[in-house]
């Protein structure tokens, strides 16, 4: 089989009669792969049927010829392709194995295919006499792999698409969230604020026609204090709704307010910072209620989650970003809750931030507390 005078394996033999050598050569015909060989200087010195009909040759066509010159000349965009320069020849001339699995190897009629090509280096007695070498042509499998990978950019495309629209879906209806909880506040504010308002003189009237009568009296200061206590309530509401703070003072103060409404509720220390630059642009209203609401739900996670002992607060703008990380010392978490599907606020405080161009980051280790940063690029944002 390694011998210097070339083998044409293409004709028939009787596998009951024929020697050892000749049923390894009907082996080599049975497979569908192309196999050769070649000698030292790359000469083919056998090939199979399969191999010369996926090469578009006789076999006796092929015995004898350098292989890299007749196959392997041309790489796949038309520049020669030195014999140099082939792995497969620099391989099988060290004595190594070598697989290729994105050749181009080329038929008779000038056409090429891809290929996946290997060789294996062919010893007597330690010397090294060739090697044998495999190909296959791999078309189907590279136009399977082409609309596969066409489907995937496809699909993709089409899930990016989706995705967008559903942060602009969930944009809008924070919006139109926002606008209601001010619509509401308001209302509530101006009617029923006004009502207990007008109860509360009513009461006060009352109050001062039945001083010599004491059950009167004292049924008259418990409605009051009634009414007070439903004013603070009211006001808290309103609050919750939509801070005033936010609407007529900034963003700055807001923050700084919700800050000390959550220490002082939460009788949590507090490390506060915070650092605006004077060249930092004023936030859209769009982008400074996600801002504040993002940093409600930071500081809400702290309240219902952390078992914190002391908390830091850290906000700092300048012409080209905001930043505000709330650390605590708690329970902490492993990192992958954040990631669960029902994080519902986690995921909220995402698309909020994702929406402006923001990134939210956390940082969390069971029994080491949790560490969450808001990174928001400004600008012209909307």
């Not at 076999?59 to 020669?80: F, K, Y």
């Not at 603070?232 to 963003?251: A, E, K, N």
């Amino acid at each position: 089989m390694c011998s210097a005078h070339p083998v044409d394996l293409s004709h028939d033999l009787d596998p009951t009669t024929a020697p050892w050598s000749d049923r390894l050569r009907l082996l080599l015909e049975s497979t569908g792969e192309g196999i050769y060989g070649i000698d030292l200087q790359g000469h083919c010195t056998f090939i199979n049927s399969a191999g010369a009909r996926l090469l578009g040759r006789e076999a006796a066509a092929v015995l004898g010829h350098n292989m890299h010159e007749l196959i392997h000349h041309t790489r796949p965009d038309g520049r020669h392709y030195p014999e140099a320069e082939c792995p497969i020849f620099d391989a099988f001339r060290r004595g190594e194995a070598c697989r290729l699995e994105d050749e181009v190897l080329w038929r008779a009629d000038g056409s090429a295919f891809p290929a996946e090509y290997a060789s294996h280096p062919i010893t007597e007695d330690g010397r090294l006499l060739g090697a044998v070498v495999t190909f296959t042509d791999i078309t189907e499998r590279k136009q399977a792999q082409t609309e596969l990978e066409q489907r995937v950019v496809e699909r993709t495309a089409e899930l990016s698409a989706a995705l967008d629209q559903l942060r602009q879906l969930s944009a809008y209806l924070d919006r139109v969230r926002e606008e209601e909880r001010t619509r509401i506040a308001r209302e509530i504010h101006d009617e029923l604020g006004s009502l207990l308002v007008a109860l509360k003189m009513d009461v006060t009237w009352l109050a001062r026609r039945v001083d010599d009568r004491p059950p009167l009296a004292d049924k008259c200061a418990s409605m009051g204090r009634h009414i007070e206590t439903a004013v603070d309530q009211v006001s808290r509401i309103i609050t919750d709704l939509r801070p005033s703070v936010l609407d007529h003072q900034g963003l700055w103060a807001a923050l700084e307010w919700q800050a000390q409404e959550f220490i002082e509720t939460a009788d949590l220390p507090c490390d506060w910072s915070m650092t605006i630059d004077p060249a930092t642009p004023e936030l859209p209203p769009p982008a400074a209620n996600s801002v504040f609401r993002i940093f409600q739900e930071m500081l809400s996670n702290v309240g219902r989650h952390a078992l914190a002992g002391q908390l830091w607060v850290r906000v700092q703008a300048d012409d080209q970003q905001l930043l505000i990380e709330v650390r605590d010392d708690g329970r902490g978490a492993p990192p992958g809750a954040f990631d669960r599907p029902t994080a519902w606020g986690v995921m909220g405080m995402r698309e909020r931030a994702a929406h402006h161009g923001g990134v939210l980051h956390i940082d969390s280790q069971p029994g080491r507390g949790t560490r969450v940063c808001l990174h928001m690029p400004l600008g012209d944002k909307t």
